[in-house]
């Protein structure tokens, strides 16, 4: 399966280190103690430039999900893409890995994990038992 | 003072142009401004996207353009389109020029594809969608998408009834690619998938090569220019906290496309017109949903209501709103939605190709960014 990698900049840095270090790190402001995701240098509620990496629990529900054809090249596998609401209170996108695809609901219960695709680490969401 | 669209201009739209980004804008915009019955030396301003690949330098030199002393660039992409006209107004009524130029020319088959994977691979802000294979447009919006269908309850063939219209309207428009090539709803069924359960390639817009190209004035100036005057009666864009130019996922609720709606509180309060007194819609559509997201944030029927107001005609020759009455850039072109806003001036004008008798009042909207353009 191939994968674009992730461009990193300052302000993303510190959640690619995370995922490298199989930690789902999430913004939050150290002033108004608002998360945010995805990273960026200033708080939207309050302005305040500082904040700390706080690692998310991984839990959540699916928000919304496509089967995206062709992914990344012609003729790759088809792959889920889930937007998850996490119980934190942010929204990510990543991948919905064992599911099949007729068991794709939005409000499915899942949970973050990590691992390597095309040699690049990334992080992923599978089924949640509640 | 109230600031007018006097010209108009165009290349073909083509899959394969055979020439340059630059001349094709340079084509489109002699065409614009010899139809406004201006010259080159009567352009002191300019506006094209920040997107766009041709510098203002080399336009102004290639045009024979003596000096620009207003420039400027929308953001957005294609949701932006219609910020080109709000600037170039902007700066006729504040008197930063006189005469402005706007633009978009691209090679968008031929060249730089906006549905290819890696676009966007080198942007940090991509980072958090492209590598989970959510690499193209139709994908990145396809998550809204889905909010809104599953809401209502909509399924693929619902959105290919839209596709069905657009392309009804291109078969009888020569300028469309997809002129005498209409399709039924078997044919848009039949098309492949690109974003499961939501898109199939007939629900996806064109890729184009091609230009257009406006001249924005004042309305005292239009009297002595040959072509009527189509007035902006209302010209807005609109950015929320949150987003992003393809995509808002961290608003609540993505079954409504919450930008449009903000954008239809300005359009209508500025030009006093409600969704009722308009004769034409022009809506930008790089997917066919968008459409139906748009008709109810810009008011035009209620939450929901967009399915049973395309499925009954009401959109088509004839309905109660005709929309994208050159085919859209589904049939039509895909010149970032530019080619949508020069359909409002034709239909103005009494020329276009599907003309709606008596047209007086259109309304152009890329979803952020919009007009309402009307006869002075």
């Known amino acids: ?130 | 003072m109230d600031a007018i669209i006097a010209g108009i201009g165009q290349t073909e739209f083509s899959k394969n142009s055979g020439r340059s980004r630059l001349q094709l804008a340079v084509e489109a915009a002699r065409a614009a401004i010899s139809d406004a019955g201006l010259t080159p030396a009567d352009i002191d301003g300019s506006v094209t996207f920040t997107h766009d690949e041709n510098d203002e330098s080399a336009v102004l030199t290639n045009l024979g353009i003596p000096r620009l002393r207003f420039s400027s660039r929308t953001p957005g992409g294609g949701g932006g389109s219609c910020a080109t006209i709000q600037h170039a107004a902007s700066a006729v009524v504040s008197g930063q020029a006189s005469a402005v130029l706007v633009w978009r020319a691209f090679n968008e088959r031929s060249e730089s594809r906006f549905g290819q994977p890696t676009q966007g691979a080198l942007d940090p802000a991509w980072s958090f969608h492209l590598p989970f294979g959510l690499d193209t447009p139709a994908k990145i919006y396809g998550l809204t998408f889905q909010r809104y269908m599953h809401r209502y309850g909509l399924t693929n063939a619902d959105f290919g009834e839209y596709t069905v219209v657009a392309r009804q309207y291109a078969a009888t428009n020569p300028n469309a690619w997809f002129y005498e090539r209409p399709i039924t709803i078997e044919d848009h069924q039949a098309s492949r998938w690109i974003v499961e359960p939501l898109l199939r390639l007939l629900d996806c817009c064109q890729e184009s090569d091609g230009g257009v190209a406006l001249v924005v004035t004042s309305a005292d100036r239009a009297r002595d220019l040959p072509q009527p005057a189509a007035r902006i009666a209302a010209a807005s864009s609109m950015y929320l906290r949150g987003g992003h130019h393809l995509f808002n996922y961290h608003h609540p609720d993505l079954s409504t496309f919450v930008e449009a709606e903000s954008l239809a509180g300005e359009l209508w309060a500025q030009s006093g017109y409600g969704p009722s007194d308009m004769d034409v819609a022009m809506i930008y559509e790089n997917f066919s949903p968008v459409v139906f997201m748009q008709l109810e944030a810009l008011g035009f029927c209620g939450p929901g209501e967009a399915r049973d107001l395309i499925a009954s005609g009401g959109i088509g020759p004839g309905g109660r709103i005709p929309v994208n009455t050159n085919g859209g850039l589904l049939g039509e072109g895909y010149i970032h939605g530019m080619n949508n806003i020069v359909e409002g001036v034709r239909q103005l004008r009494g020329t276009a190709p599907n003309q709606v008798a008596g047209a007086g009042r259109v309304l152009v909207s890329a979803g952020c960014s919009g007009l309402v353009l009307d006869r002075p």
């Open chain 1, 1 to 130: 399966m191939a994968v674009i990698p992730p461009a990193i900049d300052r302000d993303s840095q510190f959640f690619w280190d995370g995922v490298r270090a199989g930690q789902l790190l999430v913004q939050r402001c150290t002033d108004c103690a608002e998360l945010r995701h995805p990273p960026g240098p200033a708080c939207p509620e309050c302005g305040c430039l500082a904040w700390k990496a706080e690692q998310s629990a991984g839990c959540g529900t699916v928000y919304s999900w496509v089967l995206s054809h062709h992914p990344t090249e012609a003729d790759a596998e088809p792959r889920v893409v889930v937007l998850v609401d996490l119980e934190d209170g942010v929204r990510m996108v990543a991948n919905l890995l064992g599911v099949p695809v007729a068991e794709v609901t939005n409000d499915l219960p899942v949970e973050v994990f990590f691992t390597e695709v095309d040699g690049v680490p990334l992080p992923m969401f599978r089924r949640r038992a509640v």
